[in-house]
């Protein structure tokens, strides 16, 4: 079965310094990953994927994500947080070879609150 | 370009009520999903037009449930009779592709069935 867990329900950073939301999956085979962010009263947006290649994949508003296949990982960063990263983070999968089984699957989400 | 509209943004009812969502993709995308998030917990999917054909409707809870796409635009999701199990956040997606195509979200529905 396909899963993910994000180990944390709430981050909390200083503006300025680095941040890190922890996600980590369960597939069989290889995954398509995904970060998607949620601001307050907004529907999810796309922030970015991986589908093959290069392991450390960049994306919007200064985020990238490194997947790691050894530790079935694929944590979101950002070298210095704003306070207007502040938001709802989801992690999201799919196996390359899914079959039947083709929705994605979500993490419960995790809280970013970025200090000034 | 215009982005995913959802309707109405909010709606209480009563447990036995009927509440239609309605959700309008981007233009052009062919692909439709529907998920709920009850609070706290995940977002879950409920199911995958393409077009007007329902792709996936694995994740549709019950009978109560009706999802519909006529023509391939808009599609309206029925829930009759509601639940008090049945609140949450309903979203809608909408992508020019299947996955690994990202998904475009309307701002959601809060649904709540007292």
């Known amino acids: 079965a396909q899963s993910v867990a994000q180990p944390e329900d709430q981050v909390n950073v200083a503006e300025g310094n680095p941040l890190t939301v922890k996600c980590t999956y369960s597939v069989s085979g290889n995954p398509y990953l995904f970060w998607y962010v949620q601001y307050p009263n907004r529907g999810l947006q796309f922030l970015l994927k991986?589908?093959?290649?290069d392991n450390l994949v960049k994306g919007s508003y200064g985020f990238e994500a490194e997947f790691n296949k050894s530790q079935t990982s694929f944590h979101l960063k950002k070298p210095s947080a704003l306070v207007s990263d502040s938001a709802l983070y989801f992690c999201?999968?799919?196996?390359?070879?899914?079959?039947?089984?083709?929705?994605?699957?979500w993490g419960l989400g995790t809280s970013l609150a970025v200090n000034p | 370009e215009a982005g995913v509209t959802q309707f109405p943004s909010h709606s209480v009812i009563e447990k036995g009520q009927t509440v239609t969502l309605r959700c309008d993709p981007i233009s052009g995308h062919d692909n439709l999903y529907w998920y709920r998030r009850v609070m706290g917990k995940e977002i879950k999917f409920l199911l995958h037009f393409v077009k007007e054909s329902k792709q996936d409707e694995s994740g549709m809870p019950n009978n109560r449930f009706l999802a519909e796409r006529t023509g391939g635009t808009y599609s309206t999701l029925k829930v009759q009779p509601a639940e008090l199990e049945d609140s949450g956040v309903y979203f809608c997606?909408?992508?020019?592709?299947?996955?690994?195509?990202?998904?475009?979200f309307g701002p959601g529905t809060r649904l709540t069935v007292t």
């Open positions: 991986y589908i093959t290649g």
């Open positions: 997606a909408s992508s020019p592709g299947p996955v690994p195509y990202e998904q475009y």
């Open positions: 999201a999968v799919r196996a390359h070879n899914a079959g039947n089984n083709r929705k994605l699957i």
